[in-house]
């Protein structure tokens, strides 16, 4: 355990403490034959591990949520913006993983080869883009199922559109809504939602 992780336990009231323990004690392991089956499981980095920590004790909370908004002028095609953020998604790992415990209480991280994306349009019913920002931002993930990221898409205008997205911070920071934004652009620039000459990510 680091320092960092120790001083945010140390950190936690009588009260928050019983409760995260008690969450790791009694939480069920998943039935046999009920889960999917997942392509990998691997154990968490350090950050994701407090992050995981810390939503034992607040439960379903926005409080780790990372946004992002873009405005889009011009023409918008929803079909094909949903190929490209379901490409994109197929690309990166992590937009596919979600988080349990083991039969032994244990968190893992697991990829879902098939995992769907959440993506829907949102309508405006005349309210601004930072009410429906907020709308977005303050819905909570279960990282149990995912995915732990979202995408709105809201209609203005004929040529005037909003994207806005939200993340899970134990998923993605925000280094990476930079590469997103680059990689979903070019991809629905591409015209079919999909690019086969991009390369795939160094990292996953």
């Not at 094909?80 to 953020?85: D, F, I, S, V």
Request: hydrophobic share 45%.
């Amino acid at each position: 355990m680091n320092d960092n992780l120790a001083s945010k336990l140390r950190a936690l009231s009588p009260e928050q403490l019983d409760k995260l323990k008690r969450a790791m004690a009694d939480r069920p392991a998943p039935a046999a034959g009920m889960s999917r089956q997942p392509q990998s499981r691997s154990a968490l980095s350090a950050a994701q591990l407090r992050l995981w920590l810390m939503s034992q004790v607040d439960g379903a909370s926005s409080a780790y949520n990372i946004p992002g908004v873009f405005r889009v002028d011009g023409a918008l095609d929803p079909a094909l913006l949903r190929g490209a953020l379901r490409t994109l998604q197929a690309r990166h790992e992590i937009l596919r993983t979600s988080f349990d415990v083991d039969q032994d209480k244990q968190p893992y991280q697991s990829i879902d080869a098939t995992a769907a994306i959440d993506f829907n349009a949102l309508p405006a019913d005349g309210r601004s883009v930072d009410e429906l920002a907020r709308e977005v931002m303050l819905a909570p993930f279960d990282l149990r199922t995912g995915p732990l990221w979202r995408a709105r898409l809201v209609t203005l205008g004929e040529r005037e559109h909003v994207l806005i997205f939200s993340f899970h911070h134990i998923v993605f920071d925000g280094w990476s809504l930079g590469v997103f934004a680059r990689e979903l652009f070019a991809l629905y620039g591409d015209g079919k939602g999909r690019h086969p000459g991009m390369p795939m990510p160094a990292h996953q």
